[in-house]
């Protein structure tokens, strides 16, 4: 199915965000907030796993329902699983479409990568493993 | 050890009344925070010495090393880029626009990613802005526009609007009315007078029809406009007419959607056109506690805000072209400085697949994503804990923020300026 992805700021985002590397920011920014009639059409329970696919790739998060956003409609908290698929185009203003990406998501049994390993799939080196 | 009137070092409300308790060089308790600064202030895992990447492991370095490094590699590349700026203090931030300046670099700061599309509005129409104490001691009407500040600015709403006392209001959480305008019902939705829910994308048709109702032209608007009844567009703009001094907050939610600063510039014509009728004012819910600094320190020395190329020697400004975004995701820089920020959590993939075929050298109190991908990282005493400098408050006031403890590590001025020293050094030889 098709959405439009929305990305933005969560407290438990804003709470974590100076310990990058640990779960509980791992789990937040890879959580995609989901109506919960999308979740139904696609066969999903809190907490399951999902692919996203974007213009530039796919990653893989947890659907989680929520009444704040409308059918359609997903939206995931800032970070490195949203990023992995936006597009770096930004219309020559410096800034990406962060909040207008259409993704097509599915469920699967993958789990979630770690920040670090999407990280060292870009080319990076971990440090605090 | 209690220090009062602490600064909170997180987001652009800069909130000034933090009470902050120390025992034997640790934060042990804050009161006033929002959990946001709760957590900075007590944050800890902190990098204890720099580092440097040596083949698939990490080895730690002097400071002396790292900054020479840093200073090496600013000096052999051809089209460095310096970015960041917005989670350090001004002091380091002007000596970044001098490094800039001095290796011909790229200066971009994280405004690009967040309200940069704002600035390029208010260079078109300008900004009929005011302080925070104005809105709150005057403001009858607040209305926050894709901003969403229980999750992103807990206590703008306890300091200065929903929950705030007002000088010139009798009972104000009473006679001040707030509107939130979203395409998401979100918490702060909840606790708002009149909740407007628009259809992504939608921004400007909603902008564009309540200028068109408030010149008197409510006959040519169509039953709904992005998904907005007409009935409640009129009711907005007559609540708005009838305000004695209302204030728009907007947020991301303007500047990440389709039109970007046309969005922005759009919401500021409206407030012009309602100041014809009361008092009326708009301004950007601005991110990092020092983002807004960044800005300011950057037009004062360069002339702009954000994206400033010296590669003809002079500063040259082109946001799409001189922005972060572009120069990375274009494979344009062969050397990246980090200060203050986290580019690989909050750039699209294609730019962190750049940095990593680049040197990259960050200033970070952190291990953080971006990490990953550096060739050193120098870590730093965090601006407000454990180093003093200049903030500037979303609104444009500027506040020293406090050291509340006392730690080894050096400031990013002190760290930056003797990256600086080195370059001068280097280039006079």
New interface residues.
Partial sequence: MTF?M??????NQ???V????SAEYAAE?STCFMHEFDMLELGLDDGDTIRVTGP??EVVMRASAS????TG?V?VP???YA??????????????????HEVEIEPTDEEPKT??EL??D???????R | MIVKDAVCPFCGCLCDDIEVEVEDDRVVAVTNACELGTTKFMGEKRMKNPILRDGDRWRDITYDEAVQYAADMLLSAERPLLYGWSGTHGEAQCVGVHMAELVRGVIDNTSSVCHGPSILAIQEVGHPGCTLGVVKNRADLVIYWGSNPIDAHPRHLSRYTRYAEGFFLENAFRDRKVIVVDIRKTETANIADEFVRIKPGGDYAVLSALRAIVQGKTDTIPRTVAGVTREQLVRVANLCKNAKFGAVYFGLGLTMTRGKYKNIRNAIELVSELSRHTKFTISAMRGHYNVYGSNEVNTWMTGYPFGIDYSRGIAFYNPGETTAVDILARKECDAALIVGSDPAAHFPRKCLEHLADIPVVQLDPYPNATTAFCNVQIPVAVTGIDAEGTAYRMDGVPIRTRKVLSTDYLSDREVLSRMCALMQEALER
């Fill in positions: 439009l929305i990305t933005g700021r969560t407290v804003g709470v974590t100076e310990n990058k590397t920014t530039c790739g009444v704040e956003v409308e409609t939206f800032y970070g490195p990023n992995h698929i936006v597009a770096a185009g930004t219309r020559s203003t410096g800034m990406p479409d962060f909040k207008s920040v670090h990280m060292e870009l080319g990076g080196l971990a440090y605090d």
